[in-house]
């Protein structure tokens, strides 16, 4: 009896300490649990028209499993005909979602749309002839187009289907009701006098040695494009490391670097809209380049889909009165011409001045996160103690 009651003893402190520990790591100076707020509540009316004014795209209230889950889900437009997206609007928080990417695809390979959702980490290319219309990270907010401007998507133009992926941060109990995450994406059918459009630099490798205070990430490219580009919005990211991502351009011929953007990958990742005009033409060059802080950081870090990886974007959202579908997706990956970037501006990689209420609202959730993936773990190993002291006691 004795050894019973020790037994119970101890499995009790272990997990008052196992609390309270979680509580002290969470409650941080400055942040009390009414600061906290839960993932919100949205209930969406499904479209009944055949000419609706939004299209909501969310998860099927799915349950990840662990840490940088990848999970698809995807919706026919077929039916709805030539529709022309004027506005997204994110449904998710920084605390549950480490990304949101939505596509636009001409075929989704086999059953998986019947399947309602599906790991896209093994089923990435799962969208045939996939097109990026836009992304969302760190709670940013909605992104409306400018008037008289539109993205075309629909059957006619190979973009029939529409594909959600969502990068989750953490497992998500089995025991909640999953998550549904998504966007509400609002569309007219009236056709726009310009049409929308993204070109999108990125790297798909690059070495981050650790303890370094500058490392680039570069990319160029020319514009093969038939009629001008107005760009009106950018978006930049990496993950934890980047410290800065810029962008400029080359007008043919010439040989002063014009800026394009200029972003902190850490604040919300919206569409910031550009604080100059600006105008590509066809054979411009563009240019973009990710700057990584690892400095306190002791590992190797290379490109790559988990959140301990790190990527590097610059997305430049355009219009256009061209109608040529290649002009409405350009995609500029790496270096076209290598070596060139070290001819930007040395300012380029200057880290832009603090912004405290940016910075928090990026992580105005993380806190709430923390408590719920640690009261997650905390049952798991209370459930295994109360295992084990069954066990000794009989």
């Known amino acids: 009896m004795d050894i019973q009651n020790a037994l119970q003893n101890i499995h009790r402190q272990i997990r008052g300490t196992l609390l309270l520990m979680m509580l002290v790591l969470i409650i941080v100076p400055g942040t009390t649990p009414s600061a906290i707020s839960m993932h919100p509540t949205m209930n969406d009316e499904p479209a009944t028209s055949p000419t609706p004014t939004y299209i909501s795209l969310r998860m099927p209230r799915v349950r990840p499993s662990k840490a940088d889950d990848y ?19 994110p449904m998710s928080n ?61 059957r006619q133009w190979k973009l029939q289907y529409l594909v959600l992926q969502v990068h989750y941060k953490h497992p998500i109990s089995p025991e909640s009701e999953g998550d549904e995450s998504g966007f509400r994406i609002h569309v007219a059918q009236e056709e726009p006098i310009y049409l929308a459009g993204l070109v999108i630099l990125l790297r798909f490798n690059l070495t981050i040695p650790p303890n370094t205070e500058k490392t680039h990430g570069n990319m160029n490219c020319i514009l093969n494009t038939t009629e001008p580009l107005i760009p009106f919005a950018y978006r930049v990211h990496t993950h934890n490391l980047g410290s800065v991502v810029s962008g400029y351009y080359l007008k043919s011929g ?39 802080n690892t400095i306190g950081y002791n590992i190797e870090t290379h490109i790559g889909f988990a959140d301990q990886d790190e990527m590097c974007l610059l997305w430049i959202m355009y219009y256009t009165k061209s109608r040529d579908p290649k002009d409405q997706y350009i995609l500029c990956p790496g270096e076209h011409f290598e070596g060139l970037n070290r001819a930007l501006p040395l300012d380029s990689d200057k880290p832009l001045p603090r912004n ?3 910075e928090e609202r990026a992580s105005a959730h993380d806190q709430h996160a ?24 009989n």
């Open 370 to 393: 923390m408590l719920q993936q640690g009261m997650y773990y905390l049952k798991i190993v209370s459930n295994g103690l109360d295992v084990l002291v069954n066990n000794c006691i």
């Open 356 to 358: 405290i209420s940016l």
């Open 94 to 154: 920084a605390s549950i979602a480490h990304h949101m990417l939505l596509f636009a695809c001409d075929a989704v390979e086999g059953n998986l749309l019947e399947k309602g959702y599906w790991d896209c980490s093994h089923h990435y290319f799962s969208c045939k002839n996939m097109r990026t219309l836009y992304a969302w990270a760190k709670n940013a907010d909605s992104t409306a187009l400018p008037q008289d401007v539109g993205i075309r998507i629909g």
């Open 254 to 292: 010439q040989l002063d670097f014009e800026p394009i953007a200029k972003g902190n990958p850490q604040w919300p990742q919206a569409f910031y809209p550009m604080e100059h005009e600006i105008e590509f033409h066809p054979n411009d060059t563009i240019f973009a380049q990710c700057t990584f």
């Open 71 to 89: 999970f698809c889900t995807g919706t026919d437009i077929g039916p709805l005909g030539t529709q022309y997206i004027h506005k997204f609007e």
